[in-house]
C-alpha cells in the first residue's frame, strides 16, 4: 500500500503522469519535435486534432501498448544518443497513422476504395504517400529560440 | 545450531539488501548530478544578442530574427489595393462622397485616407489633417513602438496629458516589435494599458489567456473602438458593458459621451473607430472555429528551410495561397465567397448610408420649420446618433463585413431602419400633414 502510494506520488511529482495524457506541448518536451509541433500548430489539422489523435491508436489497450512501446523506443534512443539526423516513421507507426485518417476521412474514402476516383492498386498505398503536407504543413524548420506551448508561457 | 545458522544467514541478507540499496541510491545521485552539471542545451536557433526590456528599435530585435524582421519591413512598401482595403493610402472621401455629408462638421470630412502597413504609422499620424495643435498625446498610443517604454516612465495619464507636437519629441520608432512581444521570451503580451484596464472592467486577465487567444488578442491593442475620457484625453475601450455595438453605445449613452456635434442635424454624434477585434469576436464563423488575425493576416510561411509566421501584415486577399489554403482545399471557391460577402455588405451600406442622409436632411428642414415639435425632433436627433453610430461600426472596420458577415449585415438593418425612423420622427416633428393623414 504504502509502495503504491510512494509510486504514485513520484509518477506526479516527476510529471510523468503527462505522458499518459493527450496534450500535444508533451510530445513536444523534446526539442527535436519543435519543428513537428510548430508546424502542426500553424497548419489546419490543429483545429480538430492533438498528436495522439493521429500518432496512437484509439481504443484503450492498443493505445496504451504503442504508447508504452514508443515511449520505450524514445527514452532509450534519448539515453544513448541514438537519435537518428532525419526522424522518419517506422512501419508500425505508419499503420497507426492510416488507421487514423480513415477513423476521421471515412465517406471521402468510400468514394476511393470503390475505385471511382484511384484505380485498384491505390488502396494499398497512404493516404501520406501523396498528402505530404496535410497536417504538418510544407516540410521546414522553426527557427525560434524557444519553446513555445498552447499556453502562452 | 539451527538458531544460529538463520540468524547468520538473516544477517547476509541484510548486509545484501542494504549494499544493493546503497549502490541503487548512489547511482541515482551520481545520475542526478551528471544530469545537472550538464549544459542547458539551447532550444532551437540560440539567439545573438540579448534584447533590452521594452527596447523600442526593431531592428536590434531583427538581429535575432532576421527572417520576421525582414517580412516586417515589407509593411512599409506593401501599399497594394484590394476592392475593398488592403493598403494603398486613397482618400475614401473620394471613394464616397456620402461621407464628407456624414461626418459634417467633423475632422473626418477633412481627411480620411485608407491606412498604410505598420511602418508607415508615424509618417501617417503625423500627415493627416486631422491632428492639430490643441491634439492629445492619446494619438500616439497606437503608432508607435516606444509607448511601452514611455508608459512605464512617464506613466498613462502624463503620456495621455502630454500635446501631440511636444509627445512627439520622445517618438522615433513606428510600431514595432515591443507594441506585441516581450523581449527575449518572445511571448505575446498585451501592451496597451488601455486594453488591459478594458479586459480587467470584464474581469478578465489576459496572462490566463492560450497562446492561440493571445494571437487575437495583441491585434486588439490597437484594432477595436476607443474614445479619449475626460479632460485628460484618457485613453479609453468602451467595453465595460461588452464589446457589442449596442452594449457599446450603451456605455457611451451613460457616460453622455459625444465626439462631436452635427451641424446639419444637431445630433450629438460618434465616430466610430476600427473595430476589427469587436466585430471578429462578436462569435464569428472563423473565430468559433478557433481561427486568430495571426493565421490569416500572418500565415505561417517558409523560406528555404525556415517556416514562420510572416510579419508582413496585409489583407489575406493578397496571398490566398497561405492564407485560406492552410485550412481550405479550393481556395477559388473560398475566394469568391468574400467577394460575395463583401458585395453585399457594400452594397446594403449603400442603401444605409442613403437612409442616414434622408434622416440627415428631413432633420434639418424639421428644424428650421416654425413651431416644430421639441420633443419629436430630440427624439429625431437621438436616433440619427444611434443609427449612424451602428453604421460607421461596419463601415469603419476595415473586412468590409468579411470579418463578421452576419454580424455585418444584422448591423446594417438595424441602422437601415433607425435612419429611417430619425426621418420618420423628424418629418412629423415639422408637423408634416401628409405623413399624420397617412396613420
Known amino acids: ?153 | 545450531m539451527t538458531e544460529n545458522s538463520t540468524s547468520r544467514k538473516g544477517s547476509t541478507l541484510v548486509w545484501i539488501l542494504s549494499a544493493i540499496i546503497i549502490i541503487l541510491a548512489a547511482s541515482l545521485a551520481g545520475i542526478l548530478i551528471y544530469l545537472k552539471s550538464q549544459p542547458k542545451p539551447a532550444r532551437g536557433i540560440p539567439p545573438i544578442t540579448q534584447i533590452q526590456s521594452l527596447e523600442p528599435d526593431s531592428s536590434k530585435w531583427g538581429v535575432n530574427f532576421p527572417n520576421q524582421y525582414s517580412t516586417f519591413l515589407l509593411t512599409k512598401s506593401n501599399d497594394t489595393r484590394t476592392t475593398y482595403g488592403g493598403s494603398e493610402p486613397y482618400s475614401k472621401l473620394k471613394a464616397d462622397p456620402r461621407l464628407v455629408v456624414l461626418f459634417a462638421g467633423y475632422s473626418f470630412s477633412i481627411d480620411y485616407n485608407e491606412e498604410q502597413g505598420h511602418l508607415n504609422s508615424l509618417t501617417d499620424v503625423r500627415a493627416t489633417k486631422r491632428v492639430n495643435e490643441k491634439t492629445p498625446g492619446t494619438c500616439y498610443s497606437c503608432k508607435s513602438a516606444n509607448n511601452p517604454q514611455l508608459w512605464e516612465k512617464m506613466g498613462v495619464i502624463e503620456f495621455d496629458k502630454t500635446p501631440f507636437s511636444v509627445l512627439g519629441m520622445q517618438i522615433t520608432n513606428p510600431i514595432g516589435c515591443a507594441d506585441c512581444h516581450e523581449a527575449n521570451s518572445m511571448k505575446l503580451i498585451v501592451t496597451n494599458p488601455a486594453l488591459e484596464e478594458a479586459l480587467e472592467a470584464q474581469g478578465k486577465d489576459w496572462r490566463s489567456f492560450t497562446r492561440q487567444e493571445m494571437r487575437t488578442v495583441v491585434c486588439a491593442n490597437c484594432h477595436v473602438e476607443y474614445y479619449f475620457k475626460g479632460d485628460g484625453k484618457y485613453l479609453t475601450f468602451p467595453w465595460e458593458k461588452g464589446t457589442k455595438i449596442e452594449e457599446i453605445i450603451t456605455y457611451y449613452d451613460k457616460d453622455n459621451f459625444k465626439d462631436w456635434e452635427h451641424p446639419d442635424s444637431g445630433a450629438a454624434m460618434l465616430k466610430a473607430q476600427h473595430p476589427e477585434y469587436e466585430t471578429y469576436t462578436a462569435d464569428s464563423t472563423h473565430y468559433k472555429a478557433g481561427v486568430s488575425c495571426a493565421d490569416c493576416h500572418m500565415p505561417y510561411t517558409r523560406d528555404g528551410a525556415a517556416k514562420f509566421s510572416s510579419h508582413n501584415v496585409q489583407s489575406p486577399l493578397l496571398e490566398t495561397e497561405a492564407s485560406c489554403g492552410q485550412c481550405h482545399t479550393n481556395i477559388e471557391y473560398v475566394v469568391d465567397r468574400v467577394k460575395t460577402i463583401q458585395d453585399d455588405t457594400r452594397n446594403i451600406m449603400d442603401v444605409t448610408e442613403n437612409a442616414l442622409i434622408a434622416a440627415i436632411e428631413a432633420i434639418k428642414t424639421a428644424a428650421a420649420t416654425e413651431n416644430v415639435d421639441l420633443d419629436l425632433l430630440t427624439e429625431a436627433r437621438g436616433l440619427h446618433r444611434q443609427a449612424q453610430m451602428m453604421w460607421d461600426f461596419v463601415a469603419a472596420e476595415n473586412s468590409m463585413g468579411f470579418h463578421n458577415p452576419t454580424e455585418a449585415l444584422r448591423i446594417l438593418a438595424i441602422s437601415t431602419d433607425l435612419a429611417r425612423q430619425a426621418q420618420l420622427a423628424a418629418i412629423q416633428a415639422a408637423g408634416n400633414s401628409e405623413i399624420e393623414s397617412s396613420d
Open chain 1, 1 to 153: 500500500m504504502a509502495f503504491i502510494a510512494v509510486i504514485g506520488v513520484g509518477l506526479v511529482a516527476s510529471d510523468f503522469t503527462a505522458y499518459l495524457g493527450n496534450n500535444s506541448s508533451t510530445c513536444n518536451n523534446c526539442h527535436v519535435m519543435d519543428n513537428d509541433y510548430e508546424g502542426w500548430y500553424h497548419a489546419g489539422h490543429k483545429q480538430w486534432t492533438t498528436c495522439n489523435d493521429c500518432h496512437t491508436p484509439h481504443s484503450f489497450i492498443p493505445k496504451y501498448w504503442v504508447k508504452a512501446t514508443s515511449g520505450y523506443h524514445h527514452v532509450t534512443t534519448f539515453l544513448f544518443r541514438k537519435i537518428p539526423v532525419a526522424i522518419r516513421a517506422k512501419e508500425s507507426s505508419r499503420k497507426v497513422v492510416q488507421k487514423n485518417c480513415k477513423r476521421c476521412h471515412e465517406t471521402t474514402i468510400i468514394n476511393l476504395d470503390r475505385g471511382l476516383v484511384y484505380g485498384l492498386d491505390d488502396s494499398e498505398r497512404y493516404c501520406f504517400d501523396c498528402h505530404r503536407n496535410a497536417a504538418h504543413g510544407d516540410r521546414g524548420l522553426s527557427i525560434l529560440p524557444f519553446q513555445h506551448t498552447e499556453k502562452n508561457e
